[in-house]
């Protein structure tokens, strides 16, 4: 069984690694926000230096790139949604079929596979982006809440991995990668934030309680604190699994 298993496995690595779209999000993602975070602290720092500080607003040449980092995990539910929309490409399920029979075995194989691709593209570009950061700023804190570098860019990491696992399960369930693609790129940039305005209860959402693990400063009384915030990802992120693999039953083949 454990030999069935790591074979299916290793059959949608090879297939996921064909897949062009998935590649591409997978590459453009980290040097894009690689090299913008180079620009950025270095343009941060140079502010800072002239003294003109009301080009950078808020930010600091330590921690500016954290900026980016936010808006770089559109990069991970990108390609945790697209692994689905090219799954319903005709004959792509029916191929997958012939091989792994078994569609629980199956549907896991290539869960695996959305969590071993975001988490490579979190690593690569978490640590990257710290990496030219650091060229620039040397050996200055990330933060000024005395909390270590590593436990924030674990956070970063950790949260960007489930991302792309909660994108994929949740385009599974739709059976559309689109519409899960779409929800929670409405969900994270528009309708979370507006009602964390108007109610606590919404820090309970996947990327406000997800964001908990890499604050930047301790936690504050009214926030869930990393832990906490992990927990409740995961349970996001399970039963939107549990929701996928239902639907992933009935997925009709496309000849």
């Known amino acids: 069984m454990i030999v069935n298993i790591v074979r299916t496995l290793q059959a949608e ?17 980290p040097v894009s926000v690689i090299g913008l975070s180079w620009v950025l602290t270095v343009l941060t720092q140079r ?3 002239t003294g003109r500080l009301e080009d950078v607003a808020d930010l600091e040449p330590g921690s500016a790139f954290l900026v980016l ?20 490409e005709p004959g792509s399920l029916r191929t997958s079929m012939l091989a792994t029979p078994a569609r629980a075995s199956l549907f896991g194989a290539k869960a695996a596979v959305a969590t071993l691709g975001s988490l490579l593209i979190a690593l690569v570009t978490v640590l990257g982006a710290y990496g030219v950061r650091s060229l620039s700023v ?4 990330l933060t000024a809440g005395g909390l270590e570098d590593a436990r924030v860019l674990a956070g970063y990491i950790g949260y ?23 929800v929670l790129l409405s969900l994270f940039l528009a309708f979370s934030p507006y009602l ?11 990327d406000q309680a997800g964001a908990q693990m890499y604050q930047e400063s301790p936690p504050a ?28 039953r009935t997925w009709a083949i496309r000849h």
């Open 69 to 88: 980092l936010h808006y770089g995990q559109i990069g991970v539910i990108l390609f945790g949604s697209w692994l689905v929309y090219e799954e319903q």
């Open 221 to 248: 009384s009214s926030d869930l604190g990393p832990g906490l915030g992990c927990v409740v990802l995961l349970l996001w992120v399970l039963a939107a699994l549990i929701s996928g693999a239902l639907s992933f």
């Open 196 to 206: 964390l305005s108007l109610t606590p209860v919404a820090r309970f959402l996947p």
């Open 47 to 49: 502010a800072f230096a």
């Open 160 to 182: 960007w991995t489930l991302l792309g696992l909660l994108a994929f399960a949740l385009s599974a369930t739709a059976r559309n990668g689109l519409i899960g693609l779409g």
């Open 13 to 29: 690595l090879v297939k996921a690694s064909s897949l062009k779209t998935p590649m591409y999000i997978a590459i453009f993602t």
């Open 138 to 141: 040397g050996a200055l804190p």
